[in-house]
């Protein structure tokens, strides 16, 4: 059983980057597809990024595409996502999961928040 712990999120200001960071345990991330989604207050969620076991990246939603970056340290076990010149519709709760497809994450973490203000 994998699990997924977030962190990094907190609340910034327009311009401000953070960078986010899910750590599993109980099996290897480099062997899943693993998911970057996001869930802002109101609307239903949707997949930001991910990275593939080759580390194909793909940014899934335009508007972040060139100020987010998904990323993986075999070594440590994580993956993270760097989150620059943050807006305020960046706004949401963030979470990382671990797929065996890119149609199909059986692992979630449990979220981390994160709050830009203009």
């Known amino acids: 059983q994998v699990q997924l712990v977030e962190s990094g999120g907190g609340s910034v200001q327009t311009g401000d980057s953070l960078r986010l960071s899910c750590a599993a345990s109980g099996g290897t991330l480099s062997n899943y597809v693993m998911g970057w989604f996001r869930q802002a207050p109101g609307k239903g969620r949707e997949q930001v990024a991910r990275?593939?076991?080759?580390?194909?990246?793909?940014y899934s939603a335009g508007s972040v595409k060139d100020r987010f970056a998904v990323s993986r340290d075999n070594a440590k076990n994580t993956v993270y996502l760097q989150m620059d010149s943050l807006k305020p519709e960046d706004t949401a709760v963030y979470y990382c999961?671990?797929?065996?497809?890119?149609?199909?994450?059986?692992?979630w973490g449990q979220g981390t928040q994160v709050a830009v203000s203009s």
């Open positions: 999961a671990a797929g065996t497809t890119t149609e199909q994450y059986n692992y």
């Open positions: 990275i593939r076991p080759s580390g194909l990246t793909t």
